[in-house]
C-alpha cells in the first residue's frame, strides 16, 4: 500500500514502532514494480519508434531494462515488472512514440484507461 502526503490528516505521533525488518532491500522491492504500483509481475516488451529513440535513450523505464536496437531504426525496451495500470497511464505521455509488444495485459489495461476516459451522457 503506498500513501500521499498531501491527502494525509490528523496525523498523529504513536508509541508503536514503525521498523522495516533489517533484510529489506528497497531497491530490490521497487526492482519489482513500474513507478510505485505493484501487481503481478510481467515481461514488459516496449518498441520505441524512430523518431522517439532519442527520448528514450535519456529515459529509464525500469532500473533492470535492456534496449536493444533494431535495423529498421527503432528500439526495443525489455524489464519486468509489475504495475500495468501505471504503466499504461505512462505510455499516453509518449503520443504514439511506444508501441506495447507484450504483455497482451498492457493492451488490455491501455484499452480499460481509455474506456475509462470516454464520456457517457
Given at each position: 500500500?503506498?500513501?500521499?502526503?498531501?491527502?494525509?490528516?490528523?496525523?498523529?505521533?504513536?508509541?508503536?514502532?514503525?521498523?522495516?525488518?533489517?533484510?529489506?532491500?528497497?531497491?530490490?522491492?521497487?526492482?519489482?514494480?513500474?513507478?510505485?504500483?505493484?501487481?503481478?509481475?510481467?515481461?514488459?516488451?516496449?518498441?520505441?519508434?524512430?523518431?522517439?529513440?532519442?527520448?528514450?535513450?535519456?529515459?529509464?523505464?525500469?532500473?533492470?531494462?535492456?534496449?536493444?536496437?533494431?535495423?529498421?531504426?527503432?528500439?526495443?525496451?525489455?524489464?519486468?515488472?509489475?504495475?500495468?495500470?501505471?504503466?499504461?497511464?505512462?505510455?499516453?505521455?509518449?503520443?504514439?512514440?511506444?508501441?506495447?509488444?507484450?504483455?497482451?495485459?498492457?493492451?488490455?489495461?491501455?484499452?480499460?484507461?481509455?474506456?475509462?476516459?470516454?464520456?457517457?451522457p
Amino acid at each position: 500500500m503506498s500513501y500521499r502526503l498531501d491527502r494525509m490528516a490528523n496525523a498523529r505521533l504513536s508509541e508503536i514502532p514503525g521498523v522495516i525488518p533489517a533484510d529489506f532491500d528497497l531497491d530490490d522491492w521497487m526492482s519489482h514494480s513500474f513507478g510505485i504500483w505493484r501487481g503481478e509481475e510481467h515481461d514488459i516488451v516496449l518498441r520505441i519508434r524512430p523518431h522517439a529513440v532519442e527520448r528514450a535513450r535519456g529515459w529509464r523505464f525500469h532500473r533492470q531494462q535492456t534496449l536493444e536496437m533494431q535495423t529498421d531504426g527503432s528500439m526495443l525496451v525489455r524489464f519486468r515488472a509489475g504495475g500495468l495500470q501505471e504503466l499504461a497511464e505512462h505510455l499516453f505521455a509518449w503520443a504514439g512514440g511506444v508501441d506495447v509488444v507484450s504483455p497482451v495485459g498492457l493492451h488490455h489495461e491501455i484499452g480499460r484507461v481509455i474506456n475509462s476516459m470516454m464520456y457517457r451522457p
